[in-house]
């Protein structure tokens, strides 16, 4: 079992390496979703998130080339992106997390999710509606480095959370869904979740830079009114 287990990491290894400094060119974006349409859940990009443990997560994001963005494929990817965010009910997703090492994420912060919160969070973590947003191949440039310190979770460490720095104002350059350059600037909650994901392309994750010691199970207190009988779900919540 050790040894196999070994073997396992190695191979995983390589597959990061592989993926450093490549582009998605128009044969790799086919070769890539050759079966996104067919009823096998397993091919890409997948109709889950990707966990903590998968070499997916942990590899260095590839550019797109501007070419591929208006592609019809690759316009049903961005669809499914945004679908699979909000099925989850995240206000982020990058494209990783979905089993494609690409550099893309989508955000969104909606009234619904505004309203999940109490007022006194709202305020703590200045909160704010964010349209849907498409981020292909973005640069972030730091605005005002203080650090907030404030908790967030991820739909790839299922049930867990933690208190994270963050820049308190960043902005971003990217190509949108168009394929078009724009420049976005963020605040408090809202460039705390454009971090976020930007680290997912970077193979970062939030445990990277969490205080360690605010490291929580989401359910602790439900596991130990229930017994410990709580299920978690990796499935999307709609
Ligand atoms: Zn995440």
């Given at each position: 079992m050790?040894r196999s287990?070994l073997?396992?990491v190695?191979s995983r290894a ?6 450093n ?6 044969h790799?974006l086919?070769?890539?979703l050759?079966?996104?349409w ?11 998130v ?6 997916v997560l942990r590899?260095?994001?590839?550019k797109?080339?501007?070419e ?9 990817v961005?669809t499914?992106?945004?679908n ?5 009910d995240?206000?982020g997703m990058?494209?990783?997390q ?7 994420f ?7 999710h505004m309203?999940?919160?109490?007022e006194v ?23 005002d480095?203080?650090?907030?310190i404030?908790?967030?979770g991820?739909?790839?460490v ?6 994270v720095p ?6 971003i ?9 724009f ?8 460039a ?5 994901e930007?680290?997912?392309?970077q193979g ?28 978690l ?6």
């Amino acid at each position: 079992m050790f040894r196999s287990y070994l073997a396992n990491v190695a191979s995983r290894a390589i597959v990061i390496r592989k993926n450093n400094a490549r582009f998605v060119s128009f044969h790799k974006l086919k070769e890539t979703l050759n079966h996104f349409w067919s009823s096998d859940s397993k091919k890409l990009p997948y109709k889950h998130v990707c966990q903590i443990g998968d070499p997916v997560l942990r590899g260095h994001a590839m550019k797109i080339e501007p070419e591929v963005i208006k592609l019809e494929d690759f316009q049903k990817v961005i669809t499914h992106l945004i679908n699979i965010m909000r099925s989850y009910d995240a206000c982020g997703m990058s494209g990783p997390q979905i089993g494609l090492p690409w550099q893309i994420f989508a955000i969104e912060h909606t009234m619904e999710h505004m309203k999940t919160s109490d007022e006194v969070i709202k305020k703590a973590y200045e909160m704010e509606v964010i349209p849907v947003t498409i981020f292909i191949n973005p640069e972030l440039k730091i605005i005002d480095h203080t650090p907030i310190i404030l908790y967030e979770g991820c739909e790839s460490v299922r049930g867990y959370s933690a208190a994270v720095p963050r820049a308190y104002e960043i902005e971003i350059t990217a190509l949108n869904a168009s394929a078009e350059q724009f420049t976005w600037r963020g605040r408090g909650w809202s460039a705390r979740i454009a971090q976020h994901e930007y680290d997912h392309l970077q193979g970062e994750l939030y445990i990277d830079k969490m205080d360690m010691s605010t490291f929580q199970c989401t359910a602790w207190e439900k596991i130990n009114k229930n017994d410990g009988k709580i299920h978690l779900n990796y499935l999307p919540k709609k």
